[in-house]
């Protein structure tokens, strides 16, 4: 919050910029956990129908999660 210690008006800019970002991230989060919660409702429905359905939900379970991120060694390589 800069715009606390700071009076100017790139101080404010950024405070309003930074308070729009955390907004935008809580409705992307509120997405896909609605996605999520509707995902696990079909699933509860299709218990009794085929595996490609469970397939199906399974791939697009894994493409909502968040990726994993690869780390870089740290150190000599041999």
Do not use: F, S
């Given at each position: 919050?800069?715009?606390?210690?700071?009076?100017s008006?790139?101080?404010i800019e950024m405070s309003i910029f930074v308070v729009r970002a955390f907004l935008r991230l809580?409705?992307?989060s509120s997405a896909h956990r609605e996605l999520a919660?509707?995902?696990?409702?079909?699933e509860r429905k299709v218990?009794?129908?085929d595996e490609e359905l469970k397939t199906i939900l399974g791939v697009l379970r894994k493409l909502i999660a968040p990726p994993l991120?690869?780390?870089r060694a740290i150190g000599f390589s041999r």
């Open positions: 919050m800069a715009a606390t210690v700071l009076n008006t790139r101080a809580r409705d992307l919660i509707k995902l696990t409702a079909l218990t009794h129908h991120r690869q780390r």
